[in-house]
DNA sequence: TAACACCTGTAA
DNA sequence: TTACAGGTGTTA
């Protein structure tokens, strides 16, 4: 579900509602999402820490505390982290329950793909996926040049290589069409193959869609929700991702269907090339 | 790099 | 009944 624009959105919710709040109590009712850590160690270093910041790297949140560990967070596909002031029995697929000093923090996820980690004093160093991140794609380090250096390095398709977390973080299957159809490149051009001036127009795409991204709350598809448990708005935003059998915004043909790499890939043969 | 696995819900 | 879904790790 959630990409970089989504987990932001969620991130500065939850920052706001939880900063400085003690854990109180939790209660972990589906312990295999707790990836390094058996239910009673994660309960026993995270109870009666006080949340300091919500912080994110790519798709990771990082909810840093007071004590010696902190709780890392990733919410794959149907995750959401909210805050509610008062919890109710009623709320659907709540797996891990933070009761904080005010209010309470729920960890839900339908199809519970999402994973939690203790992390260490160290930081977040050794837990799988993190340490080999590549640049946020809205961040400064993410530049043309560092694209162009990767890029000329492999011969895959270039919507794979954007998936790639280790090359890029935060994109994801909406936000990679969505550059792609800007920067009028096909998903299916192999990387060693784009040209200077495509990488710029790649560039400026992705920080373009990102930004769009979070000026909108994120995209809710179907089940996305920021901190407070609400819809995102950039869905009424996308130019092409779902949009198949609709006309182009650029030419007016019709927007293409395929899988690329098991993924389902949108965009425009007219006008991505 | 492809297929499959992890899961559940929804829509065709 | 089947295919598909904002992701990613493992295996062939």
Known sequence: MPELPEVETVRAYIHQYTAGKKIMHIDVRLARLIKNADADTFIHALTGQTIEAVKRRGKYLLLQCSGSHSLLVHLRMTGSLIYVPHWQENIKAAHIIFSLQEGTLVYRDIRTLGCLWL????????????????????SPACTTAYLRQAL?????????????QTKIAGLGNIYVDEALFLAHISPFRRC?????????????????VLHEGLKYGGTTIQNFVNGSGREGQNQNHLLVYGREGTPCVFCGGTI??????????????????
């Open 119 to 138: 992390v260490p004093p160290q930081g977040p160093t050794g837990i799988q996926g993190y340490d080999t991140l590549g640049p946020d794609g809205n």
């Open 152 to 164: 000329a390095g492999t011969q895959r398709y270039i919507k794979s290589f954007l998936l790639d």
């Open 192 to 208: 060693h193959t784009l040209t200077q001036e495509e990488i710029e127009h790649l560039h400026d795409a992705i920080v373009h």
């Open 256 to 273: 293409q269907y395929k899988k690329l790499t098991g993924r389902g890939t949108h965009y425009c043969p007219h006008c991505q090339h």
